[in-house]
T-cell receptor, first 116, second 115 residues
Framework: DTGVSQNPRHKITKRGQNVTFRCDPI?????LYWYRQTLGQGPEFLTY????????KSRLLSDRFSAERPKGSFSTLEIQRTEQGDSAMYLC??????????????FGPGTRLLVL | DAKTTQPNSMESNEEEPVHLPCNHS???????IHWYRQLPSQGPEYVIH???SNVNNRMASLAIAEDRKSSTLILHRATLRDAAVYYC????????????????FGKGTKLSVKP
């Protein structure tokens, strides 16, 4: 069990550019979550996958954001036409569906995005 | 999910017990109390959860008030590695299993541990 991994760990981009982040969940986990965290705040939910199906999207996820999880394994989060307000830590978490309310979400180390 | 209230920050001395409070006066009968913590430059990690009875695990203990309107996370002997932001989160068992399942974080309590 190598845990949840995220790449890259840091990304600096210029306003208007597109960026893509990758999340590799724990291998047997069928649930995958994306969260965003700004300085001094707790993480905020963005979207959720069960296997390859995207089941829930927060209103925070504007039309510039898109997430995919092909084949129900790794996931990507793309931000198009980045804005300075997109600067944040993007966290991925995975969990097992079978645990019910006992479900524990395992978080990756996050990707820190800075938009100049 | 019901809201929780936590102090913004707390300080502790190393090797002393720490009691981190959480108020959740609007908790419903189907809400579980979960605690996560976030060490500096890391993603959050699960600490403990409970419904009505007090719970213990290798990381911490969770004491739940009889009326369930508050709870306390107890670190029995704080170490420098326990310095983190601690989040108290309510999760409704009725929502879980559907399309919901995401955690709703507040600002948490930033715990500082002094050597």
């Amino acid at each position: 069990d190598t845990g949840v991994s995220q790449n890259p760990r840091h990304k600096i981009t210029k306003r208007g550019q597109n960026v893509t982040f990758r999340c590799d969940p724990i291998s047997e986990h069928n649930r995958l979550y994306w969260y965003r965290q700004t300085l001094g705040q707790g993480p905020e939910f963005l979207t959720y996958f069960q296997n390859e199906a995207q089941l829930e999207k927060s209103r925070l996820l504007s039309d510039r954001f898109s997430a995919e999880r092909p084949k129900g394994s790794f996931s990507t989060l793309e931000i198009q036409r980045t804005e300075q307000g997109d600067s944040a830590m993007y966290l991925c978490a995975s969990s097992s569906n079978g645990a019910g309310i006992q479900e524990t979400q395992y978080f990756g180390p996050g990707t820190r995005l800075l938009v100049l | 999910d019901a809201k929780t209230t936590q102090p913004n920050s707390m300080e502790s001395n190393e090797e002393e017990p720490v009691h981190l409070p959480c108020n959740h006066s609007t908790i419903s009968g189907t809400d579980y109390i979960h605690w996560y913590r976030q060490l500096p430059s890391q993603g959050p990690e699960y600490v403990i959860h409970g419904l009505t009875s007090n719970v213990n695990n290798r990381m911490a203990s969770l004491a739940i008030a009889e009326d369930r309107k508050s709870s306390t996370l107890i670190l029995h002997r704080a170490t420098l590695r326990d310095a983190a932001v601690y989040y108290c989160i309510l999760r409704d068992v009725l929502n879980y299993g559907g399309s919901q399942g995401n955690l709703i974080f507040g600002k948490g309590t930033k715990l500082s541990v002094k050597p």
